[in-house]
């Protein structure tokens, strides 16, 4: 089970961290992605963290947004800066066990574990 926290508004330029808590799901083991979700949009990948450390980001994230994991804490973490209006979305965390194969990062269907949504709205 995945619970994902720390949502809330800000003002456009500032800053979120976001967390994604895990029970059940070892997350030393396991790849573990945020989404979002804009109203009347599809959920688009944001960023993704494989055990030992590789991350990845969408372009539209690069430079503003960084994923760490503490595995003592079963936890990820989603730090989000210079954030913009267009980032305004229902935040999601997601988990695959990475000793399954094939594991396509940037797709939602590849991921078997989600937690609930952590709405972030930034204002202009």
């Known amino acids: 089970q995945l619970q994902a926290s720390g949502g809330g508004s800000v003002q456009a330029g500032g800053s979120l961290r976001l967390s994604c808590a895990a029970s059940g799901v070892p997350f030393s083991r396991s790849n573990v992605g945020w989404f979002r979700q804009a109203p009347g949009k599809e959920r688009e990948f944001v960023t993704a963290v494989r055990p030992g450390g590789r991350t990845y980001f969408a372009d539209s994230v690069k430079g503003r947004f960084t994923i760490s994991s503490d595995d003592i804490k079963n936890t990820v973490y989603l730090e989000m800066n210079v954030l913009k209006p267009e980032d305004t979305a229902v935040y999601y965390c997601?988990?695959?066990?990475?000793?399954?194969?094939?594991?396509?990062?940037?797709?939602?269907?590849?991921?078997?574990?989600w937690g609930q949504g952590t709405e972030v709205t930034v204002s202009s």
């Open positions: 997601a988990a695959r066990n990475s000793l399954r194969v094939g594991y396509r990062y940037a797709v939602v269907g590849d991921y078997d574990y």
